[in-house]
């Protein structure tokens, strides 16, 4: 069965927070706080914005897919 | 060395799992425009195909109507199979046709944030990629640096 898009980009989101986490662990100065706030959070909220916007649009899609049929 | 160096590692992992996501990112927004046009042209297969569908009907209709406007009252002609059918044909086109504004409508809501995680992805994570590099560039200086003092 092939995975819908929105699954393997929230599976692209987890791995990115995870190397986040792996990297905070070790990277704790000044830079990395403006870096994760600055840069790493809007973009995880924009990710997480899009993929919950994609996942609507793909159940409507399946949905009038399924509706239409026969 | 490992624990010496090992912000410069996470560092440097962090700036390929960036990288990968970008790719990765770009492929999901691509296989999501791809399902939209893929569900977008299977409509309008189904609706054209229901058109033909429903015009064939309806002439079959009108047909019938003729041949029963001539008769015999003793042997009535029964249209209302065509009726059913033409009325079946239209409800479900009708249907089609509903579901095609109503995803026109999301798909052009989906745009607007679609285009902003496509600028995201194109413009602002390379420009964290680079941001990353600099870093570990300048703590990779430093180390250099501060190495022969050690």
Known sequence: ?70 | MTGIHADIDALKGLHDALARYRHAQRDVTARGEDQLTATRASLETKASRLRAQLELGQAEYTACQDRAAQADPDDPVDCSGHARAVQQDSERLEQIRLWQQRIDAEAGEFSGIAGRFADLLENDLPRMEEHLVAIIASLEAARRVRAPAS
């Open chain 1, 1 to 70: 069965m092939i995975s819908r898009p929105e699954q393997d980009g929230d599976q692209q989101l987890r791995l990115l927070g995870d190397a986040w986490d792996k990297a905070a662990e070790h990277w704790r100065d000044g830079p990395a706080r403006q870096f994760g706030t600055a840069q790493l959070t809007p973009l995880l909220q924009e990710s997480r914005s899009y993929l919950e916007a994609l996942r609507k649009l793909m159940d409507l899609l399946e949905t009038a897919e399924r509706e239409t049929e026969g």
